[in-house]
């Protein structure tokens, strides 16, 4: 079993910032690409974020220069670094990560469940 768990939403005012956490655990034999999504009332899910392997990152314009992605091997932790927060970051913010468990040859890709992101005056 993998589980991937996310951590450090909440309200922040127009301008703020917010740092969001993700930690994989269970029988984990490697993790490729992590990333973040978010969802918005009403709309499509949508790539905020991904962070490959070999650290390479790439982001959708509407956060470029804004939202950081980075990642800690060790503890099979992925995070999202959000500055200049605007209210229509506001979402859900879910974790996915590409994960080959103990005993596989493949990588399957597994979702958190979401933390909340509210920012509003």
């Known amino acids: 079993q993998v589980q991937l768990v996310e951590s450090g939403g909440g309200l922040v005012q127009p301008g703020g910032s917010l740092r969001l956490s993700c930690a994989a655990s269970?029988?984990?034999?490697?993790?490729?690409?992590m990333a973040w999504y978010r969802q918005a009332p009403g709309k499509q899910r949508e790539l905020v974020a991904a962070i490959r392997s070999g650290d390479s990152t790439n982001y959708p314009d509407s956060v470029k220069g804004r939202f950081t992605i980075s990642r800690d091997n060790a503890k099979n932790t992925v995070y999202l670094q959000m500055h200049s927060l605007k209210p229509e970051d506001t979402a859900v913010y879910y974790c996915n990560a590409a994960v080959r468990p103990i005993g596989s040859m493949t990588f399957y890709a597994y979702w958190g469940r979401g933390t909340q992101v509210t920012v509003s005056s």
């Open positions: 269970g029988t984990i034999s490697s993790i490729n690409a």
